[in-house]
Nanobody
C-alpha cells in the first residue's frame, strides 16, 4: 500500500535551517511529481513546493522563494525540502504528496522559535 513517511522536522531558531525528507513506497516513485505542503492548526493546507518526476524542474511558493528548495533521489524513493533562513511563520506540520495519489502521511512538525 502507499506510504509517505516524512521526517527531519524539529525546533529551530529564526534564521536556522532544516532539511525534510519523505520516503515513498507502494507506488512507482519515478512516475510521479512530488510536492510539499504545510498546515497550521485552524488553517487550510498550503502548497509549498513541487518537483517533477524526473527531478529536472521544480518550483516553490512565493512565500518561501529564495529560502526553500526541493529535490528528489529516485534511486532512494525520497523527496527533500531544504529550508534556509527559517521564519516563525514557517511553523507548521509539513507533508509530502505524490501527484495523482490521494494519500497523506502523518507529516513532520517544524517549529521556528527563539
Amino acid at each position: 500500500q502507499v506510504q509517505l513517511v516524512e521526517s527531519g522536522g524539529g525546533l529551530v531558531q529564526p534564521g536556522g535551517s532544516l532539511t525534510l525528507s519523505c520516503v515513498a513506497s507502494g507506488f512507482t516513485f519515478n512516475e510521479h511529481a512530488m510536492s510539499w505542503y504545510r498546515q497550521v492548526p485552524g488553517k487550510e493546507r498550503e502548497w509549498v513546493s513541487y518537483v517533477a518526476s524526473n527531478g529536472l524542474s521544480s518550483r516553490v511558493a512565493p512565500a518561501v522563494r529564495g529560502r526553500f528548495t526541493t529535490s528528489r533521489d529516485n534511486a532512494q524513493n525520497t523527496v527533500f525540502l531544504r529550508m534556509n533562513r527559517l521564519l516563525p511563520e514557517d511553523t507548521a506540520v509539513y507533508y509530502c504528496s505524490a501527484a495523482g495519489i490521494n494519500y497523506w502521511g502523518q507529516g513532520t512538525q517544524v517549529t521556528v522559535s527563539s
